[in-house]
Each structure stands twice: as structure tokens, then as C-alpha cells.
């Protein structure tokens, strides 16, 4: 502020002095605080280049003393021209330019009261003053220093005093307008008749002269810039979409249809057509060529594709040429086979892999006797052997005496009914040890226990025996179950079995019996029945279980007797038939389905003992009408009887008896070891005698279909093939099994296999899988072989069947017409019987040697008719032979 | 009449014939062994595949006629042979 009011004073006294308009010139001895320059004043740096190029070097050349430099106007543009934007006083190059005199005033400004060390005077007023007023400017810094040192002495409040001017207001003058002549007024108009005169245009070109037009042009503005800025974009092209619609009317539908049927002639049409010419030259013309068509469609099948009925027989021929029973496995026992011989086998119905064997002594009659005491003490066993296990038997069964033959009841095999040596029927319940023939089928030996796998395989007693004198008198060769599609009642009429259980067994034995026996509870009458049944209920519960015999058939046990007893009394003579084996029809009956609510459940009730009791015996039944109740019978003696098992009523005596068998044939030597029916055909029976074997058909009375020769060995057992209709096997008494093929050979076996050293004794066939066929053949050693049937035996062509019976329907004729020719024969015989009777009274007087002679001639002609219809039976003989092969 | 008939007999009496059909040019049929349903069937379907058959032959060769046709299938051969205004079918099972 001190330092404002003398620069105030200063200013305000150097204007009064010089009653300057504008200007108000600072001393460059004034104090340094002096914030803007005024416009004259350009406040410059100067390098030491340009200083020393101008010769105003800063303390050399212009000092405090002598600030003043006065520079040529050229000398600075020059300096500019040279070094451009780099010279220092380029910032005033245009007032430079400008500069009407031609030195310019630069001022050594050594307080920096500009800003900078150098300011140069702009114009050349400024100038003159300020190198005028320095004289001035010397005695007013006398005055001030003076008023300073008095000021500083009494300082003293400001007194108010008028406004004094300082020229200010000339300032203010000078800025404000103020009209210096009054305004002039114009008005410009056009002239009237210039007002809708008529208006020429005409054409001119824009670039005609600069005034026509104002341009815009555009310019580089360097104050603003714009920033390019890059984008990606992308332009994609579509057509032009529209949507439409229609519907179409929904016209009301209607149910329409049409009937058509074709046209016809009325029968006076045909007529006519028929009776044209016309008609008759195109049937004429036309006759030949179709029995042209016709013949040769018959002569020979075009369309027969050769390739495809050549190769069925021979597929897969490759490798597979062994036809040889290969041996599977076998079986024997150390402790139980020893010395003994298998009478039987069969093959567990449900486990595969399962077979039982039953094991019989082997001696003879007398032997048995001798060594009865012995035999006593050891029991006879039935061997379960699994495939498992070769070396142990899963299962024994023990039974009274040997048995001689066995079967698993069909819809139960848990149950097994054997005939033993004395006759007696002996039943055996293994359902307790089921789960360990099951088990062992997988042949997993580690599931398990090892302790269970003990040497000696569980023993499971007979749980029912028939009485001894109820049953047969003699060993009992063959026992078979009754199929559970029917039932027999006590006169041996079938009837329907709704339990659809088997529970009817039936016997024979060679002492003239065939038995039918029933499992179930004896029905007495109904008022006995609760006695009975409360009786049994008191008997079974204190009687204990010994042996650990399941009670399923405690009612039958030492009381059970056969309901039917069929005898075989012989035709023609008197004495019966020994029976050794039968066979009995396959009946099958159609039932509805029954619901499984129907069935009595099977496993629980039989713990009780009382499942089979609880069966409806066969008083409700209705009675089946096409059930065959016929059966063949192989004797003793080589027959086979063909009988009826119903029972008659002698009216006489109100006994049941049964009928004389209708057919007996005596055609094998022997004993008859076999009789089994073709799995494949209801009526075809396989009997093998000791020495041949022949094919049966049912209902051909005159002899078997088909006979064998007589073989070198005995015949020991003979089976079907299961899966091929001509094959059968028959064991002999070498140890080996003949394969027969009725296709291939009927003369001889097609195939000879060794088996073992001893008589076979039995021969079962089952098949595992359709990859797999096994056959069990058991020895007399008491050796179990399991032999697989190889594929040729097993796989059956596709016509084998029609083939074999086609087969058995030619030797069927051939026996008929053999018996047509033989009864033919015979009455040709009669006859010349009878005219050889007539011609002799005619001629009596012939002497006795005449007589004789012509005898002899007559017996000579006789016998050369004789040999020739015998030569022509022959050659028709061996001409069906050939065409048998 | 009787020649006819006795034409057709000797036809019927070959092996394997199941049936005879005569049937005139617009597939009507006029006398049949067979039963009416199976004929009328027959006497149409044969007679358009019949005007095929003969319409092929001669289109791939114009001097060419058809003579005979025989259709045979699974179960049997149907003999035809056509004529200007007739046509007779007989059915053959050739296996037999």
C-alpha cells in the first residue's frame, strides 16, 4: 500500500505536469511490484546470443545507470528472418513489422518489473517519453523521497476530503461513446414502377465474381481438432421378409362312401358266350399251350433254387467233421461203485448237470441168497452225481433194497419214486437238499462251506414204502409216473386231474402185474374221514421224526397199495404175461388256464405231510374221453402185448378184472430190455430185445414197421435221440453204443463207439443246450460216462421229420401189402386146393401109379408157382430195401 | 358246348390245378371253377395286368404280341392267355 501511494503520487503528479491524455508512464526507478504491464511495454527474454548480437549485454553494455538501447528495426527482422520461431523476438514480430520509425527502445529492465530482464517499447510515443520524462522523473523521485521520509515520520489518518480528480474521469471519457454529430437518417426505397414490373431472370454463373455468393469454406481450426476414431461395422443385406397367411374354408364334413360291386353276366349271358363260336376256337387255340405250362410245371420245379437245398445238410461243414461220442465226463465212486452195477439213471429234470444213478449189487439170484446177511447190513444207495463234483456224489438215497428202476416225478422233482429187487415202492423227498444240488450246479465249489463238502454226501431215507404185501411179488423192472394232464380212477377210466399234479404212479413186474398206485390219501367215506384224519392227527404228533424223514408221505408208509391191478392174462392160452417194461400213450389235455390261486402252493404244505392228502381224489372229476388207456408191454418171453389197463366188470361176480390184451407179437427171443416211445412220433416204439430191436407203430397190428437183423452182440438198452427223429442209440453187451440212423442205414448201424469193458446197462439222452447234447451211458462197472453228441447227431435237417416218416408210412404199406399178398396168397392156395379136390373124382380110373405121377406133376407145377410168386415177393423185397437206402 | 366242356376237363384233370377261369375282354368272367368272390378278383386284377403286359410287349416291339403269361409266386403259378376277345386263367400249384 506504502509503496501504491507514492506511485500514485508519482502517476498522479507526472500527469498533472504533463496533462497527458492516456498515458501514464512508470519510472523504471519505481519499486518492482508492478503486477501488469501496460500494453506498449513487451516484456522479453534475451538469450546471451541475441544480447551479445545487439550489443545490450545485460550489466555491460546496458546497466541500471543506462537501461535504454535503442535497436534498429532491420537488424531485428533480420534476426527474425534468420532464426524464425527460435528468435526471441518472434512473439513480436508483427508490431516489429509494423513499427513506423526505425529504431526500436529495448529497456534493460534490471528490477524485473515486467516480469523479465528485457522489455521493449512497443510504440514510439512510449518511447519518446520515456526517454524524455527521465529528467523529469528525477526531480519528482526527489519529491518523493522526501514526502516518503515525512510520511514515514507522522503517519496520520486519512481525512476526508472532496473527490479530487486524477483524471480518471478522462478515462471514463474516453471509453464511453457519445454521439459526435448527430445521427443521420435514410431511407432508400425503390421506385414504384418498379413493383410488379415484369421480372427478367437470368442465369449466372456462381464463380462469376467473388460477391455473388458468400462461401463458407472450410478451414483447418487449430483449436479444435476432431479425433478419428476408428469402428468396425458391418453392413448385412436381407431381402425382404413378409408374412402371410391363408386359411382355407372350413367346409362342414361329411361322412360319404361308396359301394361298388363288380360286374357280372347274368346266366343268359354266359350261356350265349358260351355257346359262341368264338369261344370255343379261342378255348381250342388256346388248350395247347397250357398243357405245354402245365406239363412242364410238373416235370421239373424252374423256380427250385438248387444252391439252397443242396448245401442245408453240408452248412457249417466246416471243421466240425467229428462224429464220434466224445466223453464228457464220468463218474464212479470208490466207496458206493465198488462192485456194483448202475440199474438205472436218470437225469435230474430241472437242475441240469444233475444225474441220478441207482447202484445195484451184482450178483445173481443165488448169490443174493448167500450173501443175504451181508447185503442186509449195507443199504443200497441212489448216487446224485452234479458235474460239479466228479469225485463225490452230491446226494445218496437210501432205499430197502436195490432199486431197479427210479423216476423223478414230472411236475415235483423233488420227488422220486423207485421200484426195488423186493417189489416194494419205495418214495424219497429231497426237497430239504435241493439247494445244495442247486448249488452245486454252478460248480462254484468256494461259495460253499468246505466242512459241508465232507466226504460223505447227505443221506436221505426213503420217506414211504409200500406194504410188502400189497405191492408186487417179484422185482419191480419199470416204474413211471403218470403225466399230470390226467388222472386214473379205481376202474382205470382217466379223468381230468384239476390239481394238474402228478400223483399216479404206474408199475410192472414180472410177476403178471401192472399196478397203478395213487399217492394221495386212501378216500374211504366221508364219515370215516374225520376219524381218519383226526386219528392221523393224533398218531403224527407223538410219533417222532426219525431220521430226519420229511413226513410228506407218512400216510402212504407200509400201508400204501396200488388202486389198480392190471393182469396180463395171455390170449388164446391161459397164464399171464411176465412184464418187463411198458410204455404207456402220451396223452395230452387241453385244460383252461387255471389260476395259481387254484394250486395248492407246493413246498409249504408239504411239511405238514398233508399237500398230497389234501388232493381231491378222483370221485369229481369229469372223465376224459380221448385219452388213449392203451399200453405196450415188453414181456419176459420177447413179446410185446398191447393191452388195456381199464378194468371190467364181471357181471357175474361184480369183480373188477382186466381184458385180455388185444395184440400180442412175439418177435424177440429174449427178454425185452427196452421199450420207449419216439419223442418225436406219439406212435412209434422202439423195443430192443436181446438180439434185435424193431420199430412199432400203434395201431398196425401186423408186426413191427421195421425189424433189425440180428446183431453178434446182445442188445442192452436202446434210446431215441432227442433231437433227431432217425437216430437211436442201443448199448450192447461189449460196452459199446451203436448209433442208428434210420436215414442213413437201416441194415446196419451207421455209427460203432466203444464205451467200456462191461455191458452197458442203461442209456439217457438229454440235451444241456441247444449247443450242448449229452448221453449217459452207465455200465455195468458201475461207471457213469457222460458222452456229448456230436453235431452231426444232434442237428437235425429241416425235412428229417417228414423223411422219417414218410419212411415209416412206406414200410407201414409194405407190411400191409406183405400181408395182403401172404392172405392173397394163402386163398390162392385154398383154391388150387380146392381144384386139385375137384379134378380128382373126375378122373378115377387112373391107376395108382398114374395117379401118382400126375400127383407129382400137379406138386411140380404146383411148386414152380410156388417159387415164381415167392421169386417175385423177393424181388419186391429187395427193391423196397433199395429204396429204403 | 361239350368240346368246350370237355377241354376244360382235360385242363382240371392235369396235376396241380386249382382252378380255370374264362373271362372276356372287359374282365368279366364267364365260367369259373372257383368260387364267385375269388373269380371276380381274379378276372379283374388279371385282366389290367394283362392289358400292361401286352401293352409292354408291344410298345418294345410293334409287330410283337403277347401269348402267354405267367405269373408265378409262393404258393402257386397263374397260367394267362390272352386272345382278341377272351382270356383264360388257370391256377397251378406246381409242387404238389
Redesign the interface.
Same mark, same amino acid.
Given at each position: 500500500m506504502s509503496s501504491k501511494r507514492p506511485k500514485n503520487r508519482a502517476s498522479n503528479k507526472a500527469k498533472e505536469k504533463d496533462k497527458k491524455d492516456d498515458t501514464d508512464f512508470p519510472s523504471p526507478d519505481e519499486s518492482a511490484t508492478e503486477s501488469a504491464p501496460p500494453d506498449y511495454i513487451f516484456p522479453l527474454v534475451l538469450t546471451s546470443a541475441t544480447q551479445e548480437l545487439f550489443g545490450c549485454r545485460a550489466d555491460e553494455d546496458v546497466t541500471g545507470e543506462n537501461p535504454y538501447k535503442l535497436l534498429k528495426k532491420e537488424d531485428i527482422i533480420q534476426d527474425m528472418k534468420t532464426r524464425a520461431a527460435v528468435s526471441d523476438f518472434s512473439p513480436v514480430k508483427h508490431t516489429v513489422l509494423e513499427y513506423p520509425e526505425d529504431e526500436l527502445l529495448l529497456v534493460f529492465d534490471r528490477d524485473f518489473t515486467y516480469g523479465q530482464s528485457f522489455y521493449l517499447v512497443l510504440t514510439a510515443e512510449a518511447k519518446e517519453n520515456i526517454l524524455k520524462p527521465s529528467v523529469l522523473q528525477g526531480e519528482d523521485v526527489e519529491v518523493m523521497e522526501q514526502e516518503e521520509e515525512e510520511e514515514e515520520i507522522m503517519p496520520k489518518t486519512p481525512e476526508s476530503h472532496p473527490w479530487i480528480s486524477l483524471g480518471s474521469e478522462q478515462e471514463i471519457e474516453k471509453e464511453s461513446f457519445t454521439d459526435s454529430r448527430p445521427k443521420l437518417r435514410y431511407k432508400i426505397s425503390r421506385l414504384l414502377r418498379d413493383f410488379g414490373a415484369p421480372v427478367r431472370f437470368s442465369d449466372r454463373s456462381a464463380l462469376d465474381g467473388k460477391e455473388g455468393f458468400v462461401e463458407c469454406p472450410s478451414y483447418q481450426d487449430k483449436s479444435f481438432s476432431i479425433r478419428e476414431l476408428q469402428r468396425h461395422t458391418s453392413v448385412q443385406a436381407t431381402s425382404n421378409i413378409k408374412h402371410s397367411s391363408t386359411q382355407t374354408l372350413w367346409k362342414c364334413p361329411k361322412n360319404m362312401c361308396t359301394q361298388y360291386e363288380? =360286374?357280372?353276366?347274368s346266366a343268359d349271358e354266359?350261356e350265349n *358266350?358260351?355257346?359262341s363260336e368264338?369261344?370255343?376256337n379261342?378255348?381250342?387255340?388256346?388248350?395247347i =399251350?397250357?398243357?405245354m405250362?402245365?406239363?412242364q $410245371? *410238373?416235370i421239373m $420245379?424252374v423256380?427250385c433254387d438248387d444252391w439252397v437245398a443242396l448245401c442245408e445238410d453240408e452248412s457249417a461243414l466246416t471243421g466240425k467233421t467229428e462224429t464220434q461220442l466224445k466223453e464228457y465226463q464220468s463218474f464212479t465212486d470208490l466207496h458206493y461203485s465198488r462192485e456194483k452195477t448202475i440199474s438205472h439213471l436218470q437225469w435230474h429234470p430241472t437242475i441240469s448237470g444233475v444225474i441220478a444213478v441207482a447202484m445195484t449189487e451184482r450178483m445173481s439170484f443165488e448169490e443174493r441168497i448167500d450173501n443175504s446177511t451181508k447185503l442186509m447190513l449195507n443199504p443200497s444207495y441212489i448216487l446224485f452225481w452234479s458235474f460239479s463234483d466228479p469225485i463225490n456224489p452230491q446226494l445218496k438215497l437210501e432205499s430197502p433194497e436195490d432199486v431197479l428202476s427210479f423216476q423223478f416225478c414230472p411236475s415235483d422233482p423233488n420227488i422220486i419214486a423207485g421200484g426195488c429187487l423186493n417189489g416194494q415202492v419205495v418214495l424219497w423227498d429231497i426237497s430239504a437238499h435241493v439247494e445244495r444240488l442247486q448249488g452245486t450246479r454252478s460248480g462254484d465249489k468256494n461259495t460253499i462251506n468246505t466242512l459241508d463238502k465232507s466226504n460223505d454226501p447227505p443221506v436221505v431215507r426213503y420217506c414211504a414204502v409200500s406194504g410188502i404185501e400189497n405191492g408186487h411179488r417179484s422185482p419191480i423192472t419199470d416204474i413211471q409216473w403218470l403225466p399230470e394232464t390226467f388222472e386214473v380212477s379205481r376202474l382205470g377210466s382217466p379223468e381230468e386231474n384239476t390239481s394238474q399234479i402228478s400223483a399216479q404212479i404206474v408199475t410192472c413186474a414180472p410177476d403178471c402185474c401192472v399196478m397203478f398206485w395213487d399217492l394221495r390219501a386212501p378216500h374211504v367215506t366221508t364219515q370215516s374221514l374225520t376219524e381218519t384224519k383226526n386219528k392221523k392227527k393224533t398218531e403224527e404228533m407223538p410219533l417222532e421224526n426219525p431220521h430226519g424223514v420229511p413226513n410228506t408221505f407218512k400216510h402212504l408208509n407200509l400201508t400204501w397199495k396200488p388202486f389198480i391191478r392190471v393182469s396180463l392174462p395171455k390170449i388164446g392160452t391161459s397164464g399171464e404175461y411176465s412184464p418187463l417194461k411198458f410204455s404207456l400213450r402220451d396223452n395230452t389235455v387241453d385244460y383252461p388256464i387255471v389260476s395259481t390261486a387254484d394250486k395248492p402252493p407246493p413246498n409249504s404244505e408239504r411239511e405238514d405231510g398233508s399237500g398230497f392228502g389234501q388232493l381231491p381224489s378222483g370221485k369229481e372229476q369229469k372223465p376224459l374221453e380221448h385219452i388213449s388207456t392203451k399200453l405196450y408191454v415188453g414181456t419176459e418171453d420177447g413179446e410185446l402185448v398191447y393191452t388195456d389197463w381199464k378194468m371190467e366188470k364181471d357181471n357175474d361176480s361184480g369183480r373188477l378184472y382186466s381184458a385180455k390184451p388185444s395184440h400180442r407179437f412175439i418177435l424177440h427171443d429174449t427178454l425185452v430190455n427196452t421199450v420207449s416211445r419216439s419223442p418225436f412220433f406219439r406212435d412209434i416204439i422202439l423195443t430192443v430185445g436181446s438180439w434185435s430191436f424193431a420199430i412199432w407203430k400203434e395201431g398196425v397190428m401186423n408186426g413191427p414197421i421195421v425189424m433189425s437183423s440180428c446183431s453178434q452182440k446182445m442188445y442192452t438198452a436202446g434210446q431215441w435221440s432227442l433231437s433227431r427223429p432217425a437216430v437211436f442209440f442201443i448199448g450192447k453187451e461189449d460196452g459199446s453204443i451203436e448209433v442208428w440212423d434210420l436215414l442213413e442205414k437201416t441194415h446196419e448201424p451207421s455209427q460203432t463207439q466203444n464205451i467200456s469193458i462191461t455191458p452197458i446197462t442203461c442209456i439217457k439222452a438229454r440235451s444241456i443246450s441247444s449247443k450242448q447234447h449229452l448221453l449217459a451211458v452207465s455200465d455195468g462197472l458201475g461207471i457213469l460216462h457222460i458222452l456229448e453228441i456230436p453235431w452231426t447227431l444232434r442237428r437235425s435237417s429241416s425235412n428229417e421229420r417228414k423223411n422219417v416218416w414218410m419212411y415209416f408210412e412206406k414200410e407201414e404199406e409194405r407190411l400191409l401189402y406183405f400181408h395182403q399178398r401172404k392172405l392173397q396168397h394163402e386163398k390162392e392156395k385154398e383154391m388150387e386146393a380146392e381144384e386139385l379136390r375137384k379134378m380128382e373124382p373126375v378122373l378115377p380110373q387112373k391107376q395108382d401109379e398114374e395117379l401118382q405121377a400126375d400127383a407129382l406133376k400137379e406138386y411140380e407145377q404146383y411148386l414152380s408157382l410156388e417159387t415164381i410168386t415167392l421169386k417175385d415177393t423177393n424181388l419186391l423185397m429187395g427193391t423196397d430195401d433199395a429204396s429204403d437206402l | 358246348m361239350a368240346k368246350v366242356e370237355e377241354t376244360l376237363k382235360r385242363i382240371q384233370s392235369q396235376k396241380g390245378v386249382q382252378g380255370i377261369i374264362i373271362v372276356n375282354a372287359e374282365g368279366i368272367p364267364i365260367k369259373s371253377t372257383l368260387d364267385n368272390s375269388s373269380t371276380v378278383q381274379y378276372a379283374a386284377h388279371i385282366q389290367q395286368l394283362l392289358m400292361k403286359a401286352r401293352s409292354m410287349v408291344r410298345e418294345v416291339d410293334p409287330q410283337n404280341d403277347l401269348t402267354f403269361l405267367r405269373v408265378r409266386s409262393k404258393k402257386n403259378e397263374i397260367m394267362i392267355a390272352p386272345d382278341k376277345d377272351y382270356f383264360l386263367i388257370v391256377i397251378q400249384n406246381p409242387t404238389e
Open positions: 363288380p =360286374r357280372e353276366f354266359k *358266350h358260351l355257346q368264338n369261344l370255343k379261342f378255348i381250342q387255340s388256346v388248350v =399251350r397250357f398243357e405250362a402245365l406239363q $410245371n *410238373h $420245379n423256380f | -
